[in-house]
């Protein structure tokens, strides 16, 4: 049995769904996760953990750098601090191949290849040593690996850079120049930049050069990935806490990769998979590898989808049961970005026949005869109370938390730092800040320094794939989704009706594609036909295509991406990604038809 849980909603009631299936003797379970573990682990073998200052500290920047990240549609609660330390003279640049709404409001935006900022970082660090603009001070007392650093760095120039990130050497020198001076500065970093298989030691470059520029620990500067300091009830600080491919309880317990789900579960063979029990997520359209991922869920004998709407992945399923909403049953809440603790009240009651997971397993826990001593523990009771009452003794250890005092409002997480490393302790191995990091290379096998080395799909390789297949295949977020929900929303679908491919003229022309014409892109793990947008600001070598949209809905982007991990934290690799774009010369006559009927577009795909 195969226990799929995604990140549709969190809560601390999340913890039943794996208490249940410990009682019930054992599962299959997946390590690693889609979304961020690349930078999660280069930034706690950097920085000993994930944490950062408090989202209004930047308010105090001077300098903004928003690396690979896009919160103008991803992180809009950001917008206003940027603002305001704009509006009190901060500078703001932006490193995305894209040029993104968050880019309109910066001085400098930096476009590379995907895959290269590693060797940008490298380079601007090669300068700030060269111009003598390293925080000497700062350094010697809090750096571990500068002087080796250093000669790692000597031959990386801004040209260098240039001839691997097509970003022109003078936008390097003024990017370090930048850093070096202009104090105190933020880097504000995304999680779209880090699913390359390069990518972990690219996080561990940008960190570097905060680091060396002192600009951890203070008011208005630092690092910006993750801010777990309100994850104060589970593992996931330590990222390999939840790589569990041990049994830490005495269950059995069988872990794959999320990233090569569908491969692995085709592999997995002691003992073979025969059920799946999907909860939150949609794999079928959001894990890499569609085409694996469905052979794999087909060949099971038996497939249960807990989910709210009939998605790619509840049509898989031979019993779906219909979730609650996250209106519908109370929770407790953090979150990595900000560092309260939350209550998530309940404001209805499910509708119909719609139980809560709680309820769900309560009950198959009652049918399969499991411990009820043991259950009752694990698994809040049917009432409203009775889940006030489970989530209470989950906070009882907290002194400032209770179901009382977050009635009143959100409550800083205990022990949060409103200015993360202001008193200079790093958790590390040293105590320092690791750039020399062993751990790294224990780990991970890769350098203990930072460094660079060519993302595996890459135009740069000479290779059969980067012949065939010339164009970067991106798949950002967008503001009017989150990942694979709300499209089924006539106001969204008024925005955005269908899928569409963002291509430079300059990829077109050669193609002879026209804008607003099917084409076709595709490589050899799959191919998608869609509706192409000119978009004359993103990179030329990039087409780009935003992710969450369901097969159903006229295909979903990880048909062509591949299922691969990345250097370190077991992330996946989504946008080491490389595909072609043809004109798709003839509409079948049923695709046309369905264009325009929207009731057809949300038919059967199976067929
Ligand atoms: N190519 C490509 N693929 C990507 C990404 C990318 O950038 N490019 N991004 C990746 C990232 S960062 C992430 S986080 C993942 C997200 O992928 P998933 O984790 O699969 O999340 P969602 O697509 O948001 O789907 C969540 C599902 O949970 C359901 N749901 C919501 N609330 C509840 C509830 O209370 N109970 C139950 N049972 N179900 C509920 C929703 O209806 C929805 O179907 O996608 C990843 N996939
Ligand atoms: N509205 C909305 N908000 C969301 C979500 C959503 O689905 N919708 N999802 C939430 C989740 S789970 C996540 S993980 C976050 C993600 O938040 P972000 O990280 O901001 O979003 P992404 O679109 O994944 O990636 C950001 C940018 O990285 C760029 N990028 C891709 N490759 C490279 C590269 O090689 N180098 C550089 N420098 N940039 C590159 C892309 O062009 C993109 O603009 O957003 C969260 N917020
Ligand atoms: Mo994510």
């Known amino acids: ?293 469905l052979q794999a869920i087909r060949q099971l004998d038996f497939r249960v989808v807990v989910d709210q709407f009939l998605t790619d992945t509840a049509r898989q399923a031979d019993l779906i049961l219909p979730s609650k909403t996250m209106f519908e049953q109370s929770d407790v809440i953090g979150a990595y970005w900000h560092p309260y603790i939350q209550l998530k009240q309940k404001v209805i009651d499910p509708p119909g026949q719609v139980k809560p997971e709680s309820e769900v397993y309560r009950l198959l826990a009652q049918r399969l005869d499991l411990p009820a001593d043991q259950v009752a523990e694990a698994i809040p009771g049917p009432g409203d109370a009775d889940v006030e009452r489970w989530l209470e003794s989950r906070l009882a250890p907290f002194e400032t938390l209770s179901l009382a005092r977050l009635r009143q409002g959100p409550v800083l997480a205990p022990g949060h730092q409103e200015v993360a490393f202001e008193d200079l302790v790093f958790s590390t191995p040293s105590g320092k800040i690791e750039i020399l990091s062993e751990e790294a290379a224990q780990r991970w096998g890769v350098d203990p320094l930072p460094d660079w080395s060519e993302a595996q799909e890459s135009t740069r390789r000479k290779s059969a794939a980067s012949s065939s297949f010339p164009l970067y295949f991106m798949t950002p977020n967008t503001k009017n989704r989150i990942h694979s929900q709300f499209n089924n929303l006539r106001m969204i679908r008024r925005h955005s009706p269908a899928p569409e491919l963002s291509m430079s003229p300059l990829d077109a022309a050669p193609r002879q594609i026209r804008p607003g014409s099917l084409v076709r892109v595709f490589n050899d793990r799959g191919w998608l036909e869609v509706k192409v947008r000119f978009e004359p600001s993103i990179l030329p070598g990039c087409v780009s295509m935003t992710n969450g949209w369901w097969i159903s809905e006229g295909g979903t982007v990880n048909f062509l991406s591949a299922g691969r991990e990345t250097d370190m934290g077991h992330g996946a690799a989504f946008h080491d990604n490389l595909v072609e774009v043809e004109r798709a010369e003839r509409i079948p006559p049923k695709a046309a038809k369905a264009q325009g009927s929207e009731k057809k577009r949300f038919t059967d795909y199976t067929k």
């Open 1 to 293: 049995m195969l226990f799929f849980q995604g990140s549709g909603t969190k809560g601390l009631l999340n913890a039943v769904g794996p208490a249940f299936f410990r009682l019930y003797g054992g599962y299959t379970t997946t390590y690693g996760d889609l979304c961020w573990p690349a930078g999660l682990e280069a930034t706690r073998l950097t920085l000993g953990e994930n944490k950062h200052s408090a989202p209004w500290d930047l308010a105090h920047s001077k300098l903004i750098i928003f690396w690979g990240k896009n919160p103008a549609e991803t992180n809009i609660h950001q917008m206003p601090f940027a603002e305001q330390a704009l509006q009190n003279g901060a500078r703001l640049i932006v490193v995305d191949p894209r040029r993104t709404e968050t880019a309109e409001r910066a001085e400098l935006l930096i476009q590379p290849r995907p895959g290269s900022d590693g060797a940008i970082a490298l380079a601007a660090a090669h300068v700030l040593f060269r111009d003598g603009l390293v925080d000497d001070g700062f350094v010697r007392r809090h750096l571990r690996g500068h002087e080796e650093y250093r000669r790692r760095v000597r031959d990386c120039t801004p040209e260098w850079a240039e001839g691997i990130s097509g970003v022109p050497a003078s936008a390097i020198e003024r990017l370090a120049a930048e850093m070096g001076t202009v104090r105190p500065a933020t880097i504000s970093a995304g999680y779209g930049m880090q699913r390359y298989t390069n990518s972990g030691q690219a996080m561990r470059a940008i960190i570097a050069l905060l680091a060396l520029t002192g600009n951890i620990g203070r008011v208005g500067a630092g690092w910006q990935f993750a801010n777990l300091q309100s994850a104060i009830f589970d593992e996931v600080k330590d990222p390999l806490a939840l790589y569990p491919p041990e049994k830490p309880d005495g269950v059995a317990r069988v872990s794959i990769s999320t990233a090569r789900l569908g491969r692995d579960m085709l592999k997995t063979d002691d003992p073979p998979l025969k059920m799946m029990w999907v909860e939150r997520g949609n794999p079928v359209t959001q894990n890499p590898e569609t085409n694996k991922v």
